[in-house]
């Protein structure tokens, strides 16, 4: 039973336009969303959060928008750039069964930014 | 990077045989994770720690066992490796801000193929 869905394996845009990243969960219980970014042979890099009582986070140029009643969350990168080209997982927090943070990943999306 | 280290990098064994990972960081934080990176699976959590001696499970533990004998070192192994666990294994630790906010970073992996 996946959780947090991302329900497009791959992206393409081109430089200068926006990219629009999408994720979808199940459990109402998540209380905290994150991105992450992942180039090939690296560790996951932590991008942008949000908590489930904001609407909207933006650090540059990405910003994250979470709608509640929809379970949905979305990642826009603007203007994209070819170094955007990577894996994007979003990820959800829950408290564990021991009271205690843990993390539900989605599948990823891979994005390609065309020059 | 946060200063996570993982050990080793690369390792082939064979079916059968015991496999330890090792994750190391230097900055004392109370929460690491080892996750599996798979094809059209993402990130998945097989264990957890949220402070020393004290674990929990994930959504993919069969078949694997972890330690936290001390705060900076966090162990994760197969008893008995099968081909169905070659994988990219990443440790991951949480770093807890103000305001509820947090930031999960990981360590570069360790690429495990079971023949």
Redo the contacts between chains.
Sequence with gaps: DQQVKQNSPSLSVQEGRISILNCDYTNSMFDYFLWYKKYPAEGPTFLISISSIKDKNEDGRFTVFLNKSAKHLSLHIVPSQPGDSAVYFCAARIFGASGTYKYIFGTGTRLKVLA | ?AG?TQSPRHKVTETGTPVTLRCHQTENHR?M?W?RQDP??????IH?S?GVK?T?K??VSDGYSVSRSKTEDFLLTLESATSSQTSVY?C?I?QLLA???????????TRLTVL
């Design positions: 990077d996570i929460y994770y996750y059209g699976h993402g990130l998945r959590l957890y949220y004290d929990d994930g959504e990443f991951a949480t305001g509820g906010r947090n930031e999960q970073f990981f360590g570069p992996g």
